[in-house]
């Protein structure tokens, strides 16, 4: 009995020497491979701090921590401002974006994305008393708000004759809305509703219909190609095993259809 008690245990930490062997971290053997996962955490529900917590709460972040899981390492997630993530990928400061970053043309010139994994589109916050928005056409020559870096600040900079203040956080643009700053905020759909279920409801609404469909994808360094492989992997292995419906049911409430 003892024996074979000792030839599992010795198979079992072969296996464990094994799996952290590969995967290619440069992390030695013994410690656990590290995933720098990079956020702006300012994007609730996907990537937010609860008040007084230091640790980082949301869909993106659940999702970050279990495609680690998946592939093996530590999930170390490093919070920077929007702008920021693209240049820290490239500097090689993270390994991973997963901050509600929408797949488009120009950021796949510089980065790899993986599969994506969320469907999103922008839409349009103002404060309940303005009876004159009722669509992006409205905002002609009016003043918005968004986050610095975003597709939400693209479309902004789109709109003719429209002051544009793009802000390191999207607190501070909802903030400056709320103090009638700026007429509008344009950002992400799931997000604006996030905000307004939270109660911000009570001096907000949205206007107009969603914009054209954006896809979340995660990012990594452009040529990282194995990294981003892994990924997949991973994600495909999370939808199939139901834990991502459980995240995404956790996070919006409904199981995606
Ligand atoms: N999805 C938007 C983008 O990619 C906004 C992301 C964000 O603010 N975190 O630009």
Redesign the pocket.
Known sequence: MKKILFLVMAVLAAASMMIAGCGGGDKKADSQKVLRVG??P??AP??FQKEGSKSYDGFDMDLARAIGKQLGYKVEIVSMG?DALIPALNSGNIDMVA??????DE?KQAVTFSDPYYT?G?TILVNKDNTEVKSIKDLEGKRIAC?I??????TARSVAGAKVTAFNT?DEAVMELKNKGVDAVI??GP?VGYYLAQGGNKTMMTVGDVMDA?Q?GLAVKKGNDQLAKDINKALAELKKNGEYDKLYKTWFGEVKK
């Open positions: 956020t702006e300012t994007f996907f990537e929007f901050a509600g970053m929408s797949i488009n950021r999103s922008l986050q870096g975003t597709t939400g600040e693209k999207n950002n992400d997000v954006e979340y």
